[in-house]
Every structure is written in C-alpha cells, then in structure tokens.
C-alpha cells in the first residue's frame, strides 16, 4: 500500500488559505497593535501594500490654545483669523521575505502538533520581526533627539515615577494619553518584584501586565535604567500583504533526491513615529534594515515637541 507523504501544502490547506490565518492571528496577536501604541490610516495602510518604498505624508500642527477672539456688538469690528498649518513627512516600507525548507515534514508535526499551530508559529515570526524593527526605529529617534530636553530625559536617580511623569507632563495637554511603559526584561523583573503596583496579566485576565496604570512592553533594546513612555495612537502602522504572501517550492531532487519543500513567506510593514521625517535611504540587505534605522541620521522631528508621542528617560544612579 502506498504511503503519502505530508507535504506543508497538505498542512497548510492552501497558500491563499495559509495568508488569511497567519494575518488574521497576527494581528490579533501583535504586541504594539493590542497596547493602543499604533494607529493606521487609508495613507500609512496605501504604503504599506504597495507603491513607491517612500512616500510623504502630510500632518497638521495643533491649534494655539491662545488663539481665540471674545465677541462684541461692533458690527464694524472684525475679528482675527488664523489658519491650520500642516507639513510634510517621509515614511518608508520595508518588503520583507523568509522561507523555511524541510526534507521531513513530520517534523512540524512532532513540533507543532496540529495544522493551526504552524499558521500560529508564522504570525509569531512576523509579530517578533514587527517588534524588533519597531524598536530599532525607537533606538535610531532617541538619538536623533538626545539634545532635545523636552523629549529625552536623564536623571541623577535610580528608577523614579515622578521622573517619568515629568516627562510626560511636557506633552501639556496631549500628556493623558501616554499609557504604555517601555521597558527592559531586566527592569520588567524588578517592576515585578516590587510589588507596588504591578498587575500580572494573569490577575486580570488580559494580554498585558500593568505597572502603576501604564502597559507594560518589554525589549531587550533597552537597558535596565532607560525606559521610553508612548501615547496612544503615536505609531503609524501599516501591514501589506504581498501578491503572493506565502508560495510553496517543491524541490524534488533536494534531500540528495528524497525530496524537499520550501515555504516561502512575504509581508511589507511600515512603522512611522508621528512627527518624525524619515531621512534615511532604502535598506536592501536584513543588515542594513537595523543600521539605517538605529542611525540618528535618518530622522529628524517635525511636529512640535507637545505633540510629538514618545518621551525618552535614562536614570543615572549616583
């Protein structure tokens, strides 16, 4: 009797059908979309599927809160009038692709244990890539804007709330919004021990621990005495899906002619901090991604320093 081999298209159904569960468990599953940190646009979202790598897109300045007028009877009296200014920034879209190949696909199985699990390990390699790249981008604005005392800050103390709220508090009126609390894994321990206001997910049945109200993100691009604070919606976030996100390549003399396959994922993100002007040029190697986007001068802040959503914090302990 003859035995059928299981092959990756077998386990994934289809291609087609392999692209919708990996997106749909992607997105349900990434870290920086759950925290509140991202929001999208029709803009940001026409990038991040196609088009030019780099684009520009416009924003607007918020309005002077000292600028208002206080009505009379004078019909002959005009008031003054103003306008919304608004100015441009440059984003960039990475196009990215990984392929897995394997000669025993039973080995899957062993690891995975079901067919939902292998479309679950595929968003997990594409949620861990997002994040990676999103902080990479964070290293690459904290040093554009280092000199810049409104939006990084460093203090002569160890860890210290009241600092952080000081930073936040330079936001002015956008300050209620910054909810999320970057930390290190080391940092994220201590916070954990402390045992004063820390929430596990556990306690409360949520993705995310709290500490003191903010939402936890732990990076290992972060050291134990930094921590980067970040409003809601301060991210522009785009997923593209590529005209043919997931391919599988037969290769029959592989495996020294038993036989191999190789599945082949491709996906486009773009990750743009609001208000910073992408100056960079575009990578073409995975080595350039992370040094063209950790470079400071490949950003530089256009929107005014109250707006702007992240807020960089270093403790010098002395």
């Known amino acids: 009797m003859a035995i059928t081999n299981t092959t990756i298209a077998g386990l994934a159904g289809s291609e087609r059908k392999m692209d919708v569960r990996v997106t749909a468990i992607a997105q349900e599953t990434n870290e920086l979309v759950q925290s509140g940190l991202t929001a999208s646009s029709a803009e940001v979202s026409a990038l991040a599927n196609g088009g030019p790598r780099k684009v520009s897109l416009d924003y607007l300045k918020p309005l002077s809160g000292e600028a208002f007028n206080v009505s009379n009877d004078d019909i002959n009296d005009e008031g003054d009038v103003g306008s919304i200014e608004g100015g441009t920034y440059d984003a960039m879209r990475l196009d990215l692709n990984y392929a897995l190949a394997t000669t025993d696909l039973t080995q899957i199985i062993t690891q995975y244990g079901k ?29 554009a804007l280092a000199a810049n005392a409104a939006i990084t800050h460093e203090v002569a103390t160890d860890w210290d709330m009241a600092a952080i709220y000081d930073a936040i508090a330079t936001a002015e009126e956008w300050s209620p919004l910054f909810n999320v609390l970057m930390v290190s894994h080391g940092r ?35 050291t134990n005495d930094e921590a980067i604070i970040g409003r809601t919606g301060s991210i522009g976030y785009g997923e593209g899906t590529a005209q043919q996100a997931f391919e599988v390549e037969r290769k029959a003399n592989g495996g020294n002619g038993g036989g191999a396959d190789i599945l082949h994922s491709r996906f486009s993100r773009a990750i743009i901090p609001l208000g910073m002007d992408y100056n960079g040029t575009i990578p073409t190697t995975s080595a350039a991604v992370k040094t063209v986007l950790e470079a400071s001068a490949s950003w530089a802040k256009v929107a005014p320093d109250t707006q702007f959503g992240l807020r960089f914090l270093k403790f010098n302990d002395v």
Do not use: C, E, M
Not at 198 to 207: E, K, L, M, Q, Y
């Open 115 to 143: 067919q939902g699990d292998l479309a679950t390990a595929l968003a997990g390699h594409r949620n861990a890539i997002t994040k990676s790249l999103f902080f990479s981008t964070l290293v690459g604005v904290r040093a």
């Open 188 to 222: 994220y321990a201590k916070l954990q021990a402390q045992n004063d206001g820390f929430v596990a997910p556990s306690d409360v049945n949520t993705r995310f621990a709290t500490y003191q109200g903010f939402t936890l993100l732990k990076t290992n691009k972060l």
